[in-house]
Nanobody
Framework: QVQLVESGGGSVQAGGSLRLACAASAVIRSTYCMGWFRQAPGKEREVVARVGSEGSIRYEEAVKGRVTVSKDNAKNTLYLQMNSLKPEDTAKYYC???????????????WGQGTQVTVSS
């Protein structure tokens, strides 16, 4: 089991940018899948981006072109660069990891506590 700690959230105006970080307590094996997810009040948790075990990255349509996932293996840290933020991006953002790369992310084994992102119009 890996502990994940997100940081970098905050309040910005529409059009602004934020960079979220997810620090892992140990080296994430290359066979793991990782991802960024978000949950707005009263809504279901949804995928922002998934990183496959082979390193491929898939972005959800709602954020495609505005966010970029990167990873610093030396720091065991996953990043989410978010640009051109919109009020509808307001949510708590979580990173997660799973050794089995399950399709259903609700079953992923390791989750951070989340970091709040608030975008005002």
């Amino acid at each position: 089991q890996v502990q994940l700690v997100e940081s970098g959230g905050g309040s910005v105006q529409a059009g602004g940018s934020l960079r979220l970080a997810c620090a892992a307590s140990a080296v994430i094996r290359s066979t793991y899948c990782m991802g960024w997810f978000r949950q707005a009040p009263g809504k279901e948790r949804e995928v922002v981006a998934r990183v496959g075990s082979e390193g491929s990255i898939r972005y959800e349509e709602a954020v495609k072109g505005r966010v970029t996932v990167s990873k610093d293996n030396a720091k065991n840290t996953l990043y989410l660069q978010m640009n051109s933020l919109k009020p509808e991006d307001t949510a708590k953002y979580y990173c997660a990891a799973d050794s089995l790369c399950r399709i259903d992310f609700h079953k992923w084994q390791d989750w951070g506590q989340g970091t709040q992102v608030t975008v005002s119009s």
